[in-house]
């Protein structure tokens, strides 16, 4: 079975300091990894994804997430947050091929982010 | 091009009703995935359809199901609906492989009273 953890519930960060939304998981076989955003009474927009390759993904609006395999994290990070950035932020896991594939997200509790003047 | 969209946008039900949601995939997009979003438990998978079948579930009752049609529109059914099943529900679509990003629609709000 394959999880997703997200240790904080809120981060609370300043206008132009740098962010950073922590995510762990466990999972069998090579993990599928994607962070998505939701505003208030909205769907969630991708952000970005770790497939394979270079451990550092470039996404969108600035973010960008670190994949380090022996710590199994997938950290989302922005070098400068914006008040604009405040929103709920999910990261999620997707089974392989060889565990099943297709797409059957599993998510993190969110981590809410709230970036202050 | 269009996005994913999701019809109703709220829907108000009492218990022992049942439910049907929609959703059309952006175009192209030929799998369908659904989610329920709920204070207490979070987003959880319901289930994927790929090509008309069903071919990943999550853990939820046998109310709960869905179907995908030959223009990739999918619908989803809850039949008689309890006061749990108050949520926000997602539709995804995507290419279909793991690897691939979904797209999410706006979603449905049920309220069951």
């Known amino acids: 079975a394959q999880s997703v953890a997200q240790p904080e519930d809120q981060v609370n960060v300043a206008e132009g300091n740098p962010l950073t939304v922590k995510c762990t998981y466990s999972v069998s076989g090579n993990p599928y990894l994607f962070w998505y955003v939701q505003y208030p009474n909205r769907g969630l927009q991708f952000l970005l994804k770790?497939?394979?390759?270079?451990?550092l993904v470039k996404g969108s609006y600035g973010f960008e997430a670190e994949f380090n395999k022996s710590q199994t994290s997938f950290h989302l990070k922005k070098p400068s947050a914006l008040v604009s950035d405040s929103a709920l932020y999910f990261c999620?896991?997707?089974?392989?091929?060889?565990?099943?594939?297709?797409?059957?997200?599993?998510f993190g509790t969110g981590t809410q982010l709230k970036v202050e003047l | 091009k269009a996005g994913v969209t999701q019809t109703p946008r709220y829907l108000i039900k009492t218990r022992g009703q049942q439910v049907t949601l929609s959703c059309s995939p952006i175009?192209?997009?030929?799998?369908v995935s659904w989610y329920q979003q709920t204070p207490g438990q979070g987003l959880q998978f319901l289930f994927e359809y790929f090509s008309e079948t069903q071919r990943n579930k999550g853990n939820f009752p046998g109310r709960f199901s869905g179907r995908q049609f030959s223009n990739s529109r999918s619908e989803m059914n809850v039949s008689t609906l309890e006061l749990g099943d108050s949520a926000l529900y997602l539709c995804?679509?995507?290419f279909g492989q793991g690897r691939n990003e979904q797209f999410f629609g706006p979603g449905t709000r049920l309220t069951v009273l």
């Open positions: 995804a679509s995507s």
């Open positions: 999620a896991v997707n089974p392989d091929i060889l565990t099943g594939g297709g797409n059957k997200l599993t």
């Open positions: 175009s192209g997009h030929r799998s």
């Open positions: 770790y497939i394979t390759g270079d451990n």
